[in-house]
Structures are given as structure tokens and as C-alpha cells.
């Protein structure tokens, strides 16, 4: 069998996890840098090749992809789909995960609680709406991963020069109510019919869990509530490989944010999570070969 690896802006070390496991189940492991890749059109059939390799002779891919160059990841993927190769996600939830206020608005349709949130793209509406939410408001850059983009302000003035900011910026402001909690979330990581409980713990006084921003992590037993809302998302989404964000509190846990492509936290579980992925991938596409 055959596997490629698509891989954006991610570290060596990660890229190296992946492909030293893969090379453990499948026959053939290929790694596509996303820069390298191109998609071609005529003659009624789109082909996506990686130098002269045609994407649609492997068994399966597997996209390591964030948000960096989303629009044309957003026509990979939609190219992919077509030719019948296994995908541990599906476009929808590609584009869900890349948009934050999308993935709430969507997850919130299948009656899982979330933030209250806001979006606009006018400055003065969201301060308005900010100020409905009630400070402290956390804010959110729709397309910021790993923690960067998000910020907690604690009033009116810190949140005006912000604000105007982002408008120089063309970015627009989700406004969301902040929940405290004591520096730490949990991760549901869905892995097929598994899901893995991960919780992350921020460092100091660093409000933000996430281990990128100096953060910590740890094998931890879910909840059976966070454990079935996990799985509803990834099936909503269409996902099987996800990372699925929560924070606990005193009323049960509150949707955060997922992810399609979950962080292995290396230096915490070494490839053991890069395996696992990997195998779910493998057993898929054996379990559908003729």
C-alpha cells in the first residue's frame, strides 16, 4: 500500500515522526512539501501531482496541513475528494476548522454548548456586541492557530486600539465570553473510534493552554460527555482524525475549537500519537482493499 504525506510550515522533527512510523505499515511512503504541489485542469480531469507523481495512484494521503495558504489547500482537498483516495478529513471540515467562528456556529447546531460568541466586521458593532458579552471578552483571529491571535481584554479601553488594528488588517473580530478556568483545557483527540484525552496546562501566569506557547500536556481519562460530544463533532465534521477542544466547568465542558491537524506533542509522548494516527489510516484502507 501506498502512503503520501502532505505537509505545510511544520517542524523537521514532527515531519520525521510521521515518516519513520509510516514506513513501519505501508509499502510505499512518499512526503509532498505543499509549496511543490500542483493542481492541473483540462480535458475534463483535474490532476494533482507532486513533481511527475500523479496524487491519485496512492491508497491514501494524508494532509499535515493548518491555515497557511488555506485557498489553495481548500482546492487540493476538493481535488482529492474526487478521486476516490482515503482522506482522514473531509473538505467541510477542513474549512470549519480553519474558520473559528464557523466550527462554533456549526458545532452549536448539534446542541453542544459553546461560548457565547460574535462576529462582524465593523469595529463599533463589535465593541457593541463585546460589551453585550460582558468583560472580560476573549478575541480571536478566525484564521490564528496555536494560540497566536488570541487575546483576553479586560475592558472597553483595551479593546478599542485592538479593534482598530485589525481593521487596518482586514481581519475580523470574533468577540467570545470568557470562561475561567484555571489555565488548562481539554484536548479529545479522535483517532477513528478512539478518542484520547489530553489535557493541556499553560505555564506561569500565560492564560493560553496551548503547549506551543510554552504549555504542558498529559494523558488524562475523558469524561463520557466530553467523549461522545467529540464524536459527534468529528462525524458532523466528517473527520477521523481530529483534535477536539474543551474547557471544563462548573455546568459540564464548552466546546473551544478543533482541529484537523492535532499537534503530536513530541516532546511529551514522543511518535506515539504520530503511530496511532498512522495505523487508524492503515487499517482503514486495508479494511476497504478488495
Request: proline share 5%.
Given at each position: ?124 458593532v463589535a465593541l457593541a456586541m463585546s460589551k ?92 463520557e460527555n466530553i467523549t461522545e460530544m467529540a ?60
Amino acid at each position: 500500500m501506498k502512503l503520501c504525506i502532505i505537509s505545510g510550515p511544520e517542524g523537521d522533527d514532527v515531519k520525521q515522526h510521521f515518516l519513520e512510523e509510516a514506513q513501519k505499515l505501508f509499502d510505499t511512503v512518499v512526503y509532498a512539501p505543499l509549496h511543490e504541489l500542483r493542481i492541473e485542469c483540462g480535458d475534463g480531469k483535474t490532476t494533482i501531482l507532486n513533481k511527475n507523481t500523479d496524487l491519485s495512484t496512492f491508497d491514501a494521503i494524508y494532509p499535515r496541513v493548518f491555515v497557511h495558504d488555506f485557498l489553495f489547500i481548500e482546492t487540493l482537498i476538493d481535488a482529492l475528494e474526487e478521486t476516490g483516495v482515503y482522506l482522514p478529513f473531509s473538505l467541510e471540515g477542513y474549512q470549519a476548522t480553519i474558520h473559528k467562528f464557523l466550527s462554533v456556529e456549526r458545532v452549536a447546531r448539534i446542541g453542544v454548548p459553546v461560548p457565547d460568541s460574535s462576529l462582524t466586521i465593523t469595529p463599533h458593532v463589535a465593541l457593541a456586541m463585546s460589551k453585550k458579552i460582558g468583560f472580560p471578552i476573549v478575541l480571536k483571529l478566525l484564521r490564528g492557530f496555536g494560540g497566536k491571535g488570541v487575546m483576553m481584554l479586560k475592558s472597553e479601553e483595551e479593546l478599542r486600539p485592538v479593534l482598530d488594528t485589525l481593521q487596518v488588517f482586514n481581519e475580523f473580530p470574533l468577540s467570545q465570553k470568557f470562561i475561567p478556568n484555571e489555565g488548562h483545557d481539554i484536548r479529545a483527540l479522535v483517532i477513528g473510534d478512539d478518542v484520547l484525552g489530553i489535557k493541556r496546562q499553560s505555564e506561569g501566569t500565560e492564560w493560553r493552554a496551548n503547549v506551543s506557547q510554552g504549555g504542558s500536556a498529559e494523558l488524562v481519562d475523558l469524561d463520557e460527555n466530553i467523549t461522545e460530544m467529540a464524536r459527534q463533532i468529528a462525524t458532523f465534521l466528517g473527520m477521523d482524525i481530529c483534535g477536539v477542544d474543551f474547557i471544563e466547568t462548573p455546568d459540564g465542558p464548552v466546546f473551544l475549537e478543533v482541529n484537523c491537524t492535532p499537534g503530536i506533542f513530541k516532546d511529551y509522548f514522543g511518535s506515539g500519537l504520530a503511530k496511532k494516527m498512522l495505523e487508524h489510516i492503515y487499517n482503514r484502507v486495508s479494511s476497504s482493499s478488495p
